[in-house]
C-alpha cells in the first residue's frame, strides 16, 4: 500500500464528525482518495457509509472536520457549492431521475442549465453516453417507462454527462432486482478500467473483488480497515471486519 | 325579476369589475404566493422567516381589516391612489398571496427530496433546482388547491363593495336600497353573476384534475 499525502488526494477528509442528534453516525473520519483510485466502502447497514458519500458532495453536512476535492475545501451553500457538485458525479440508490423530463433531458439538462453547453452539442454528447450504457433506444421515453437497471444506468450516464473528477455511488444496486444488478455493475467496472475516481458503497462484494484498489471497511461510524480488496477478504485484520464477512459467507 | 332586467346595464358593470379585481389580483397573489413558497424552502435563514411571517399574519387576519388597512391606513402612511379599486387590489393580493404561498408549499413538498438532491448534485444553484426541477412537478399537485384558492379570492372580492368600489356586490347593495320590494331577486340576480366566474373555475379544476389523473 502506498502512504498518500493529504495535499494531492482528490478527495480528502480530514477529522470529519457528524451527529444525528444523541447519534454520532461519522467519527473523526480521515479517508485520502487519489486520482483514478476506486475505492469501496463497505460496512453493516448504519455504519454511516451512507452518510459518509452524501457528505462528500454535501448533501449531508458535518459537524466538524473538512472535506476538500482537488485541493479545494467544500463551500458553505450558494454558488461556490454548485460549482463544485458540477464535479462530483452522483448516483443514488433509488436513482432519482427527473420524473418529468424525458431520458435524453435528464442526460442534457445539467450540461446546457449548468455548463451553458449548446443544446445540439449536449444532444449528441448525451446521445453518446446513452450508447455507451446501452439505453439509447430509449432517449425518448420517461423515466417512469424504464425498467431500475436502465434507470440506473441513465443515472450514471447524467452524472458522467458533467465531466465530473469523481463519482460517487450510494448503493447503486441495492434498490435493483438481481437480474439487473450486473447490468449497472458491468457498467461500473467499464468505468473504473477507464480510470475514473469511484468512491463506491456497496453490498456488492463480487465489485469490490474486482474494480477496487482499496477497500474501506466502515462499522459504528468509523473507518475500522482501509486495505486492498486481496488483503480485505483473504486477512481482515479487526474482528469486527472478520465477523462481517463471515456473516456474509455461511449463505 | 323585472328589477334584475331594468338594472342590466349595473349588473353587466359590476361583473366586469368583479372580474377585473379577480384577475388582476389573481396573477398579483400568484406571482408574490409562489415567491413567497421560494423564499420559505430556501437555504438563508431571513428569507424562510420573513416568508413565514408574512403568511401567518395575512392569512390570520380578517379580510375585512386588511380591507381597512389598504383603503385607510396606506393613505395615511403616503401611499395616494386614485381610485379605491387599487386599495381593493393591494388588499385581494396580499391576503391571497398568503393561502397561494401555502398551497405551492405543500406542493413542493410532495415532490420527492431525491428529485432535489439529484438536481443539486448535477451542479445547479437553488433556484434552477426550483424553477427547473421541483415547481413543475409540483404544479400537478398544486392546481386543484389554487383553484380553490382563487374561488375564494373572486367571492372576497365582494368586501371591495364595502369599500367604495362598484363591483358586482357594490352595485347590489345600491339595486337593493333603488328597489327595496325585489331585494330577493336583486341578490339572486348577484349570485347569479358570481356563479357565471366561479362555476367554470370548478370545472376547470375538475378538468385539471383528471388530466393530472392521466398523467400518472
Keep these: ?251 | 325579476m323585472d328589477a334584475v332586467i331594468a338594472s342590466l346595464p349595473e349588473y353587466w358593470d359590476g361583473f366586469l369589475r368583479t372580474l377585473y379585481l379577480s384577475i388582476i389580483s389573481g396573477i398579483i397573489a400568484l406571482v408574490v404566493g409562489t415567491l413567497l413558497a421560494a423564499m420559505r424552502v430556501s437555504p438563508v435563514a431571513a428569507l424562510r422567516g420573513f416568508s413565514m411571517f408574512y403568511v401567518e399574519v395575512a392569512r390570520n387576519t380578517p379580510l375585512t381589516i386588511i380591507f381597512f388597512f389598504a383603503a385607510i391606513v396606506l393613505p395615511r402612511l403616503g401611499v395616494k391612489f386614485e381610485q379605491f379599486e387599487v386599495a381593493a387590489i393591494i388588499a385581494l393580493s396580499s391576503y391571497t398571496a398568503a393561502f397561494i404561498a401555502e398551497a405551492v408549499r405543500s406542493g413542493v413538498n410532495s415532490v420527492p427530496v431525491g428529485q432535489a438532491e439529484a438536481a443539486r448534485s448535477v451542479g445547479m444553484t437553488f433556484t434552477q433546482v426550483l424553477g427547473f426541477i421541483v415547481l413543475p412537478q409540483a404544479v400537478r399537485t398544486v392546481i386543484p388547491p389554487l383553484i380553490n384558492i382563487l374561488i375564494a379570492l373572486v367571492k372576497n372580492s365582494s368586501v371591495a363593495g364595502a369599500f367604495f368600489v362598484l363591483e358586482l356586490f357594490g352595485y347590489g347593495r345600491q339595486l337593493s336600497n333603488d328597489y327595496g320590494n325585489q331585494v330577493l331577486w336583486i341578490l339572486l340576480g348577484v349570485a347569479f353573476f358570481y356563479l357565471l366566474i366561479t362555476v367554470p373555475l370548478g370545472l376547470l379544476a375538475h378538468f385539471v384534475e383528471r388530466k393530472v389523473a392521466i398523467a400518472r
Design chain 1, 1 to 251: 500500500m502506498t502512504t498518500q499525502a493529504s495535499g494531492d488526494a482528490l478527495v480528502s477528509l480530514n477529522g470529519v464528525n457528524k451527529h444525528y442528534g444523541q447519534l454520532h453516525v461519522l467519527k473523526d473520519i480521515n479517508l485520502q482518495v487519489q486520482k483514478g483510485e476506486v475505492v469501496v466502502v463497505i460496512g453493516p447497514s448504519g455504519s454511516g457509509k451512507s452518510t459518509l458519500c452524501r457528505a462528500i458532495n454535501r448533501l449531508e453536512t458535518i459537524d466538524d472536520g473538512d472535506i476538500a476535492i482537488d485541493g479545494k475545501k467544500l463551500p458553505e451553500e450558494g454558488k461556490d457549492l454548485a460549482h463544485l457538485r458540477a464535479d462530483v458525479g452522483m448516483v443514488f440508490q433509488s436513482f432519482n431521475l427527473f420524473a418529468h423530463k424525458t431520458i435524453l433531458e435528464n442526460v442534457t439538462l445539467g450540461p446546457i442549465k449548468v455548463k451553458k453547453v449548446a443544446k445540439g452539442t449536449a444532444d449528441k454528447e448525451a446521445m453518446a453516453l446513452l450508447e455507451r450504457v446501452g439505453v439509447g433506444h430509449q432517449a425518448p421515453k420517461l423515466p417512469a417507462q424504464l425498467s431500475g437497471g436502465q434507470q440506473q444506468r441513465v443515472a450514471i450516464a447524467r452524472a458522467l454527462a458533467m465531466k465530473p473528477k469523481v463519482m460517487l455511488f450510494d448503493e447503486p444496486t441495492s434498490a435493483l432486482d438481481p437480474e439487473m444488478i450486473n447490468e449497472v455493475l458491468d457498467v461500473m467496472i467499464q468505468l473504473a478500467k477507464e480510470g475514473m475516481t469511484m468512491i463506491v458503497v456497496t453490498h456488492e462484494m463480487g465489485f469490490a473483488r474486482k474494480a477496487a484498489d482499496r477497500v474501506v471497511f466502515m462499522a459504528d461510524g468509523q473507518i475500522v480497515e482501509d486495505a486492498t480488496p486481496e488483503e480485505f477478504f483473504t486477512n481482515p485484520k479487526s474482528t469486527r471486519a472478520k465477523d462481517f464477512l463471515s456473516k456474509l459467507l455461511t449463505h
